[in-house]
């Protein structure tokens, strides 16, 4: 009956930093939800790279993995019946997990009820999705923010010229103040100027 309490609740896609910061609130010192902002957090869906997994057999079977996305680390914990159904994921790969929040000796961690493998792209995809809905709940960059990431987009275009051009994707992790939203507002209008090309798909080159 409680686990079919807690599918009612929302999945909040999250990056694990923010997760991290989030406060634990307790009920009789049972874990009740994650403050984060204004949201009750319960369950969540996350991206992340397996780094560590701890498996034990036997009578008091249980699998705990470690899972990074870049911006932090959380672990995963499965007990008894439910470790047969992740033995096979291992270090190394990326998945995507929706579980349940808990929180046991002041630490939070995840009890995967999903745990599904994903092409590592998906890592970068999620992050551009939360940092895309940040945009659209906070006030728009202003003129002289986007000509500052301008100037740093070209900066980073002509310094890989040796190396024959940069990934779009390598711009955005290296101007990680700046959103991947006004990043590729950005170098879409230096195309349309004809001042950078693309030689092939998400990767640029200057043209001058």
């Keep these: 009956m409680a686990d079919e309490q807690f599918k009612r609740h929302i999945a909040f896609k999250f990056r694990i930093g923010d997760l991290l910061m989030g406060k634990p609130i307790m009920n009789q010192e049972r874990f009740s939800f994650l403050e984060l902002g204004d949201k009750k957090i319960v369950r969540v869906n996350v991206i992340g790279n397996i780094v560590d997994k701890y498996e034990r057999e036997g009578e008091k079977q249980y699998i705990f993995f470690t899972l990074d996305d870049g911006s932090g680390q959380i672990k995963l914990k499965t007990f008894g019946e439910d470790v047969n159904k992740f033995k096979n994921l291992n270090q190394g ?71 024959g051009g940069i990934e779009v994707d390598k711009i955005i992790m290296n101007l990680r103040e700046t959103s991947p939203e006004i990043i590729n507002q950005e170098i879409k209008k230096l195309m349309e100027d004809g001042i950078i090309f693309e030689p092939r798909p998400g990767k640029i080159r200057w043209l001058g």
């Design 93 to 163: 790969q990326t998945v995507l997990v929706i579980g349940v929040l808990r929180n046991f000796n002041n630490e939070t961690y995840i009890s995967p009820e999903i745990i599904k493998e994903q092409d590592p792209q998906y890592l970068l995809i999620r992050k551009m999705e939360i940092e895309k809905n940040r945009i659209a709940n906070s006030e728009p960059a202003s003129k002289g923010q986007i000509i500052a990431a301008k100037d740093k987009i070209l900066e980073l275009i002509k310094n890989s010229e040796e190396a």
